[in-house]
T-cell receptor, first 114, second 115 residues
Framework: DTGVSQNPRHKITKRGQNVTFRCDPI?????LYWYRQTLGQGPEFLTY????????KSRLLSDRFSAERPKGSFSTLEIQRTEQGDSAMYLC????????????FGPGTRLLVL | GDSVTQMEGPVTLSEEAFLTINCTYT??????LFWYVQYPGEGLQLLLK?????DKGSNKGFEATYRKETTSFHLEKGSVQVSDSAVYFC??????????????FGEGTQLTVNP
């Protein structure tokens, strides 16, 4: 079990550029979650997948954000036309999808928009 | 909506001191409760959890009891170490119309333990 991995770990971009992050969950975990964490705050839910289906999206997920999990394994989170307010840590988590299960988090991708 | 409230930080203690970090949650549905820890530059690690009322979660000397009557899940440790310095997050997992299938986190409490 190699844990949840995320790439890149750090990303610096200019305002208006598009960025894409990748998350590889623990193998055989059916559920995959994305959260956003700003400095000094707890993580906030963005969206989650059950296998390849995106089942829920937060109001925080504006039209500039899109997430995919095409084969029910890894997931990507894309932000189009980045804004300075998008600067945050983006966390991915996975779980077995059986109900009250524990979510296991990756190390996160820290995004800085200049 | 569903929420989690943690005691304000930061908290600074001397090594071997007793630790309490307060956490209360909204009681919608029957949530599971968690404490996660985040070390500098890293993601969140599960510290302990409890899935129903009166359950006690424990790990690495930390404990928390799921109190339904007070809607609380306070984190305690009898003797902290310098290596416990980190940010601690209380979280609830619940499936309802308001929370969906997600974790809702508190604001986090920064703990610093001095030698």
């Amino acid at each position: 079990d190699t844990g949840v991995s995320q790439n890149p770990r750090h990303k610096i971009t200019k305002r208006g550029q598009n960025v894409t992050f990748r998350c590889d969950p623990i193998s055989e975990h059916n559920r995959l979650y994305w959260y956003r964490q700003t400095l000094g705050q707890g993580p906030e839910f963005l969206t989650y997948f059950q296998n390849e289906a995106q089942l829920e999206k937060s109001r925080l997920l504006s039209d500039r954000f899109s997430a995919e999990r095409p084969k029910g394994s890894f997931s990507t989170l894309e932000i189009q036309r980045t804004e300075q307010g998008d600067s945050a840590m983006y966390l991915c988590a996975s779980s077995t999808g059986t109900g009250r299960e524990t979510q296991y988090f990756g190390p996160g991708t820290r995004l800085l928009v200049l | 909506g569903d929420s989690v409230t943690q005691m304000e930080g930061p908290v600074t203690l001397s090594e071997e001191a007793f630790l309490t970090i307060n956490c209360t949650y909204t009681a919608t549905g029957y949530p599971s409760l968690f404490w996660y820890v985040q070390y500098p530059g890293e993601g969140l690690q599960l510290l302990l959890k409890a899935t129903k009322a009166d359950d006690k979660g424990s790990n690495k000397g930390f404990e928390a009891t799921y109190r339904k009557e007070t809607t609380s899940f306070h984190l305690e440790k009898g003797s902290v170490q310098v290596s416990d310095s980190a940010v601690y997050f209380c979280a609830r997992w619940g499936k309802s119309e308001t929370s969906g299938s997600r974790l809702t986190f508190g604001e986090g409490t920064q703990l610093t333990v001095n030698p």
